[in-house]
């Protein structure tokens, strides 16, 4: 499928009205009657006149289609989740001892095209009261699904200036890319090849539509190696190394933004899941990302690092992905360096989301936030839900090491963060979580507890 051929070119027109055929005389009506055998009769059959031609009918734009589809999916799924929640029937047991409704069991209408885009996308079809999954069976599907849900682009002002396309191989890039979600650019990754692009990408793309503006350099297509990208002004950046790919794209981020940054991240590029949550953070606050591995920094990253030797350095991971003396070789370029590290994914995804220096961290320690879940075995998945850590309710990326148990350290961060009220509960804050990826990366039952961690609970007095 082409990014400029909609998903509902091959649906037959129906002939419009203006172009029906004409009534037929009445005494041709009343011949026919008259000859109950026409075919037997020796005389030649009446002519049939010729179809009048019709007109193909110009497709709408997938945007409004795919959103009516959505909205019908979304009406299912929430009536599947009342009636599961009211106790009307026990697919699969959920860990608070309630019932988790099976999207599969639900009679949405998948054989429309507007439901079969949105699943394809792995648009949100499954929602509790707190959590909202994003469901997509690979990172191409995510990525498309969070660009359409923080870009509605139902209308011109809602479609984002330019798309960031990254190589489905790279992880590095793409983590990297996240950067050029932040303000003022607000470009989300999607998922690209050099030999096309996939069916996801190009469906988010006919919707999404960017046309480049001033805050992009005129650019539709930020592309990061030898990618497939769409029509409009495309600024191309080499792909080498994850050190060489990163380096490139801060300085694009230079460019466009025409200030330093305020901070820069160095992440293990020989560990890539303790570098995910670097992308909720660079798109959030418009921070680059920079790698190093082993006990030297990369000669890009030196670069990059001494051509603003004034800005703090913050490096994620703990000293077996970066080790200490590497530590110690980049205080010597010039600014303060500082670790915040946990000793695994889970803990290490945690420990930026409580981090606070000044400007640096999302300091997340009391309830009232949003939240992203996704697996730590998905660095890719990390760049695709970047974007919703830069709107909507603004929230760090945390990591779940298995498809079906919270780890231990999550469930004891959601326990200090969860919310609660005394008296009036429409006066409380509340968290939200958008859960990434299919049952097979974060099944139904994780969900189900991570929706009752996030729930507001009732303080003192009777409950």
């Known amino acids: 499928m082409s990014a400029d051929r909609p998903i509902n070119a ?29 075919a037997a009769k020796p005389a030649a059959p009446i002519p049939t006149p010729p179809p009048p031609p019709t007109r193909r009918r110009q497709p709408k734009p997938l945007a409004p289609k795919l959103l009516a589809g959505l909205v019908l999916i979304a009406i299912v799924f929430i009536a599947v ?57 690979n990172p191409a599907a995510n990525a498309a699904a969070v660009a359409l849900a923080v870009f509605p682009s139902t209308t011109p002002s809602q479609r984002p200036a330019a798309v960031t396309l990254v190589a489905e191989d790279d992880w590095a890039g793409a983590i990297a890319a996240a950067v050029l979600m932040s303000a003022p650019v607000g470009a989300p990754v999607l998922f690209s090849a050099a030999a096309g692009m996939p069916n996801a990408t190009e469906e988010a793309l006919a919707a999404l539509d960017p046309q480049g503006d001033g805050s992009t350099g005129g650019a539709a297509n930020f592309a990061i190696g030898d990618v497939a990208a769409a ?126 220096d000044g400007g640096f961290g999302w300091a997340i320690n009391d309830p009232g936030h949003g939240f992203v879940l996704a697996r730590s075995d998905s660095p890719l998945g990390a760049a695709a839900a970047a974007p919703l850590s830069a709107s909507g309710t603004w929230g760090p990326l945390l990591l779940t090491d ?33 859960v990434i990826g299919d049952q097979e990366a974060i099944d139904l039952n994780q969900q189900a507890e991570v929706n009752e961690l996030a729930e507001l609970a009732k303080i003192g007095g009777a409950q």
């Open 10 to 38: 091959d649906v037959p027109a129906p002939t419009p009205p203006e172009e029906a055929p004409k009534e037929r005389p009445k005494e041709t009506r009343e011949q026919q009657k008259a000859q109950p055998a026409a």
């Open 231 to 356: 029509e409009g002004k495309v600024t191309r950046l080499p792909a080498g190394g994850a050190a060489a790919t990163a380096a490139a794209i801060a300085g694009l981020r230079d460019r466009l933004v025409d200030s330093p940054p305020a901070h820069i991240v160095l992440a293990p590029e020989g560990e890539p899941e303790l570098a995910m949550p670097a992308a909720a953070w660079a798109a959030r606050s418009g921070d680059p990302v920079l790698f190093a591995a082993g006990d030297e920094l990369p000669p890009p990253t030196v670069e990059y690092l001494e051509k603003h030797n004034k800005a703090p350095i913050y490096v994620l991971g703990p000293s077996s992905a970066i080790s200490s003396e590497l530590v110690r070789e980049a205080e010597k370029i010039g600014g303060s360096v500082k670790r915040v590290s946990g000793e695994n994914p889970v803990a290490n995804s945690i420990a930026l989301a409580r981090y606070s």
């Open 402 to 434: 298995s498809a079906d148990t919270l780890p231990a350290d999550l469930r004891d961060y959601f326990l200090d963060v969860k919310p609660g009220y005394t008296d009036n509960p429409t006066r409380a804050f509340y968290n939200h979580v958008w």
């Open 81 to 137: 989740a009342v009636i599961g929640g009211t106790g009307g029937g026990k697919d699969e047991e959920s860990t608070d001892g309630g019932s988790v409704p099976s999207p599969a069991a639900a009679p949405a209408d998948t054989g429309s095209a507007s439901a079969q885009s949105a699943t394809g996308l792995g648009f949100p079809v499954f929602a509790t009261g707190n959590t909202t999954r994003v469901g997509g069976t």
